[in-house]
């Protein structure tokens, strides 16, 4: 696993979690108990702080990272698609952000609330718990998550707890 220390900033690593050898986390970041941090997902502190609850799954080739002196804060068990982007923003608990989306600096993202696939959440946006947007710039749907899509994204996102479990023992190199 990359993980680095950055001028004094070291990283804290929670029981059961994985982060992929080709992922990189780097500075003052804080992982959660039983996180997945997929192949080539960068998550910086050299600067800023990121604090990343339990449960939660940074796929691969995410970005995270946050202002000199400020807070990128994600939740407990929370999915932050491939390819995302998050920076200086809040996620809160069980949220979906879809592959390739776009959080911008001081953005919420509300419990269980989903940003679409390649969707750009802009500076300061809110997205409300429970609600849906989409979109460049990310529009807020007039719909909410429903119950069925929560018990269906809970068994995805317990998974992916799972795969962090699995990764240390069940990856091996053959080339």
């Known amino acids: 696993m990359a993980v680095y220390e950055f001028e004094g900033r070291v990283p804290k690593i929670g029981r059961d979690t994985y982060v992929h050898p080709s992922a990189e986390v780097i500075g003052l970041v804080t992982l959660g108990e039983g996180c997945w941090v997929g192949p080539g997902a960068r998550i910086r502190g050299d600067y800023g702080e990121v604090i990343i609850g339990d449960g939660t799954s940074i796929e691969d080739n995410c970005v995270i990272h946050a202002r000199p002196g400020e807070f990128t804060h994600i939740g407990d068990h929370v999915t932050i698609g491939h390819g995302s982007v998050i920076h200086n923003a809040t996620i809160r608990d069980y949220a979906v952000i879809g592959m390739g989306a776009v959080v911008s600096d001081w ?5 269980w609330a989903v940003v679409g696939e390649g969707a750009v959440v802009k500076q300061r946006q809110q997205i409300p718990d429970g609600h849906i947007a989409v979109g460049v710039p990310a529009k807020v749907l007039d719909r909410q998550v429903t119950p069925e899509y929560k018990k269906q994204w809970t068994i995805f996102k317990d998974t992916y707890v799972d795969l962090a479990r699995r990764y ?5 190199r053959i080339g």
């Open 107 to 111: 953005a919420v993202v509300g419990e």
């Open 168 to 172: 240390p023992k069940g990856l091996k």
